[in-house]
């Protein structure tokens, strides 16, 4: 019997399922961490209060019914039963420490910290896990304009008169009559939007309304003390003639006036190499055009042109051409006009590197991620720019691609992109220049795919313009521009850079790696208290059948170790330091093994002296012992004291906490820190008032002054015992090499982090897991039986072999998945990366018609065969495309 093909893998429709997940998200990654981790402990607290209740109902059992020998007497059940409630209720508050809710707390507070804090710093972020994802990175692709410069395009050198000034020339040194020329050619062929305008500010530069190029140019004649005002003002644009805009096909603009005599005359500029080729006569020193060759263009390339080029220099030819008046030209025959022209300059404009930017890639450099510059502009331009940056070194190995050198070195004989040849190329590779933005998207998938690595590169992302949309979707963050970018840039990206500038996003990895150590130092802090107080709670209960730290008291420690803890570390300010790191990799633990050493560190010290104080505690102050006091028996000075001294205890560790990585200055910056400061003293107070009046309520009974020392004298033994810990080298304990690491089997699948995935957790990715192994092996089933039904029809003769398809992209590039448009093709986003997916979605679900905006397609192959199609196509219905498919 045929076997009808399954839907999805949840037995529902895929694209209904689809439709469900679109607005959905996954945990972060390091969320998905801690989830996992607050799990684990949450059983481990569970088992203990559960053992510590077993223990204690069957040790008052024990003690009351068989060793002295009581009668259960109906008068005595509800004195038994407040101790069967005392008991539960110390169960409660053991698995109420032991538990850690304050975990996503930290995390939120971190996270929503830094981005208010990252606003100041010109970052907008749209979404919160990707300040933790900066962290992180490893790669930063970057635009040109804008981000690494100024974006204010400046005239610096000139060739004006057959002389070539490096810099703006005096105006005394350039003839009269090639001066109005020049003049009348920049302000009338120019967009009258284009301004120059004073600055706002006294002291700041003139602002540049309008095309940037443009600007450029009105400041030469500015710089030449000229004013195009005037000349604007005799010649308004309506009575512009004729006007020939800028496009990217003739890459020039000309606009045509009429003189008084009836005459015509067409100014022209735009890039020397197009307009130099249409130029027949060039003004000399006296303002007198003479004969331009052939020979003479290619020396002007040679000894103008490139020179500019090489120092970063985008090159403009200003030009004219006369008209008579009869007979008048034919404008529509733009071949005609824009010809014979005779050329006034070439001019060499800036657009100035941002004067932090070079120090910014510098310490992008220093931590561990390269910075690759992805522009529109020529490769010398480019690399000029990017030695300017220090992106490129002299001497360096690296390489500096063009657009159609890298498609030619990424793609085989028949065009479809691989892999392979992409991780032989973006090791290397520093500058990618007259690149399309569908360039952009292939180096950004070609680098988040690659296993060249042992660690999956993290890859970052600039762009302004719509084309920039699947880069930055893509990109495991995406910057938009703030000021330059499109509504469609922003929309897709995470992160806006609100000053378009290159050293913010610097600032941005500042702030990622430091929501990472603010994580960690709660979970430094938290872990210690949590061990310290389940164990204290679970020992002196099995003993004294009776906890030291009181029901309240728990509550008040677990107030102090998860919100205010959570509050005071997770708002630590950034430092420079934290640059001074490779990225941690997407697969760090959670605890380090420095960590560990300090976590087990100082719960010793804190045991240790707890159960000193339970047992000798009474002799050392000579006051009562607390120990086995009756039901309702009045609080305890003994027990008073060890509940102050386990606080001041976590409240000097608290300082300690401040350090993970094993520094011995755990004062430094403390200032910096008002919140950590206001929250330790501010819980130091209110443990005064419980202590001194808290009275029965807080079980505790007011202490002496010499009590009070002594409890802050232990406390500050923690400092001194946290020096003592970092003096131990963590290489030598061997025991912690695998503190804190997730199995290979529990780390999150880097490929299943979906962005457009339903959010899960983790009990469901297992589910979900079998069922795609399940559907998967029926889904192998039918295939098989298709193929020995394909054999016995005899479908398979005279079919050529079936094309193999190594990668994704061979496969995406199949003619049954390319879109028929008149738009430029852009490769197939794969958005989902689930690779454990992609046989269930290529074999499973129909296939939906595509998008028009070349994403991903979440649906696979129909297999349900009609026998009645011809077998000689490998068509998506077809058995061979099947198979193909499956293998």
């Known amino acids: ?105 930290a995390v939120t507070i971190s996270l929503a910290y830094s981005v208010k804090k990252m606003m100041k710093d010109n970052n907008l972020v749209r979404h919160l896990d990707a300040c933790e994802t900066m962290g992180n990175a490893t790669a930063i692709c970057s ?14 050198q000139a060739y004006v008169g057959d002389v070539h000034y490096k810099e703006i020339p005096d105006p005394s040194s350039i003839n009269a009559k090639t001066m109005e020329l020049l003049v009348h050619a920049i302000a009338i062929n120019s967009a009258y939007t284009t301004k120059i305008l004073p600055p706002e500010k006294e002291g700041a530069l003139p602002r540049q ?65 197009i307009v130099l080729k249409k130029c027949c006569k060039i003004l000399n020193g006296a303002g007198e055009p003479r004969v331009f060759r ?16 090489c120092d970063g220099l985008r090159t403009i030819c200003v030009a004219y051409r006369d008209f008579p008046s009869s007979p008048e030209p034919d404008w529509d025959n733009e071949n005609d006009i824009l010809n014979e022209l005779t050329c006034i300059c070439v001019v060499g404009i800036e657009d100035p590197v941002r004067p932090e930017v070079p120090e910014a890639i510098r310490k992008c450099q220093r931590a561990g991620i390269t910075v690759r510059m992805v522009t529109g502009d020529n490769i010398n331009t480019a690399r000029a720019i990017a030695i300017k940056c220090g992106i490129i070194h002299p001497g360096e190995d690296f390489l500096c691609l063009e657009g159609k050198e890298f498609n030619r070195r990424i793609r085989n004989e028949k065009g479809e992109i691989e892999q392979e040849r992409i991780d032989k190329i973006w090791p290397k590779l520093r500058v990618l220049a007259r690149s399309s933005p569908t360039d952009k998207h292939t180096l950004v998938k070609g680098i988040i795919d690659s296993t060249h690595t042992e660690q999956r590169q993290v890859v970052a992302v600039t762009g302004d313009g719509t084309n920039d ?103 630590e300010p950034p430092t420079e330091t934290l640059l001074l790191r ?23 010290y804190q045991l240790t ?79 005064i008032v419980i202590v001194q009046f808290g009275g029965k309520p807080f079980s505790c009974s007011p202490l002496q002054l010499d009590q009070w020392m002594w409890c802050i004298f232990i406390g500050l033994g923690e400092l001194v015992w946290g020096q003592v810990i970092a003096t131990i080298p963590t290489s030598r304990l061997k025991f912690l090499k695998e503190a804190g690491r ?109 998008n028009k905006n070349n994403s991903a397609i979440d649906s696979g192959i129909n297999l349900t065969t009609d026998t009645s199609k011809s077998a000689t196509s490998s068509s998506p219905g077809s058995p061979i495309h099947s198979l193909e498919t499956s293998l």
């Open 609 to 687: 002296l707890i159960f000193t104080l339970l047992f000798v505690g009474e002799k050392m102050f000579q006051i009562d012992s607390g120990r086995n006091a009756p039901l309702h028996s009045p609080p305890s000075e003994h027990y008073t004291i060890i509940f102050n001294t386990f606080v001041m205890m976590q409240l000097f560790n608290e300082i300690n906490a401040r350090k993970i990585h094993g520094e011995r200055n755990v004062f430094d910056g403390i200032f910096r820190n008002p919140i950590f400061c206001t929250i330790v003293l501010g819980t130091f107070a209110i443990q």
């Open 582 to 604: 490779k990225p941690y990799g997407r697969n760090k633990p959670l605890i380090s093994r420095t960590m560990m050493k300090n976590i087990l560190g100082h719960a010793v």
């Open 143 to 156: 635009d040109k304009t804008g981000t690494l410069t100024t974006n204010r395009m400046t005239v610096v």
């Open 1 to 105: 019997m045929e076997m009808q093909p399954l839907k999805s893998a949840e037995g529902g429709d895929a694209d209904d399922k689809k439709k469900a997940n679109m607005h959905k998200k996954e945990k972060s990654v390091l969320q998905g961490k801690l989830t996992k981790l607050a799990v684990q402990i949450g059983k481990a607290g569970l088992v203990m209060s559960a053992i510590t209740v077993i223990i204690l109902v069957l040790y008052f059992t024990v003690d009351t019914f068989v060793v002295n020998k009581k009668p259960w007497l109906p008068e005595c059940t509800p004195v038994y039963v407040q101790y069967f409630v005392k008991f539960f209720i110390i169960g409660v508050t053991v698995l109420v420490v032991a538990v850690p809710e304050g975990l996503p707390l």
């Open 294 to 309: 052939p020979r003479d263009r290619d020396e002007m390339v040679k000894k103008v042109i490139e020179p500019m080029a």
């Open 742 to 850: 997730l199995t290979q089997k529990e780390e999150i699948p880097e490929e299943e982090l979906n962005e457009d995935v339903e959010e899960i957790d983790h009990a469901e990715r297992e589910l979900r897991r079998g069922q795609i192994l399940w559907f998967r092996g029926l889904n192998r089933i039918q295939t098989q039986i298709r193929v020995v039904k394909a054999f016995r029809s005899s479908l398979y003769e005279g079919l050529e072999k079936p094309e193999s398809r190594t990668s994704i992209h061979n496969f995406m590039a199949h003619p049954e998945f390319r879109i028929e448009d008149s738009q430029p093709h852009i490769p197939l986003i794969d958005d989902t990366d689930l690779e454990e997916d992609a046989a269930l979605k290529q074999n499973s679900s129909p296939p939906s018609s595509l």
């Open 469 to 571: 949309g699947p880069a930055l979707k893509k990109a495991d963050v995406g910057f938009a521009m703030g000021i330059a970018g499109t509504d469609v840039a922003k929309e897709a990206s995470d992160i806006i850079l609100t000053d378009d500038n290159f050293s913010s996003i610097v600032k941005a990895v500042m702030w990622g790696r430091n929501v990472y150590d603010s994580i960690s130092k709660f979970l430094q802090f938290q872990l210690t208290v949590n061990v310290v107080a389940v164990i204290v709670a679970f020992t002196g209960a099995c003993i004294t059948q009776d906890s030291p730290l009181k029901a309240v008291q728990m509550l008040w420690v677990n107030l102090i170790m998860d919100t205010f803890a959570s509050l005071a570390l997770a708002t």
């Open 209 to 273: 309304v309008g095309n940037k190029t443009e600007c450029g140019l009105l400041g030469f004649v500015l710089d030449l003390k000229q004013d195009y005002e005037p000349v604007r003002a005799r010649m308004p644009e309506e009575k512009l003639y004729k006007v020939y805009t800028f496009n990217s096909v003739r890459k020039s603009m000309s606009t045509v006036i009429k003189l008084p005599d009836e005459s015509f005359r067409m100014y022209s500029k735009g890039a020397s190499e």
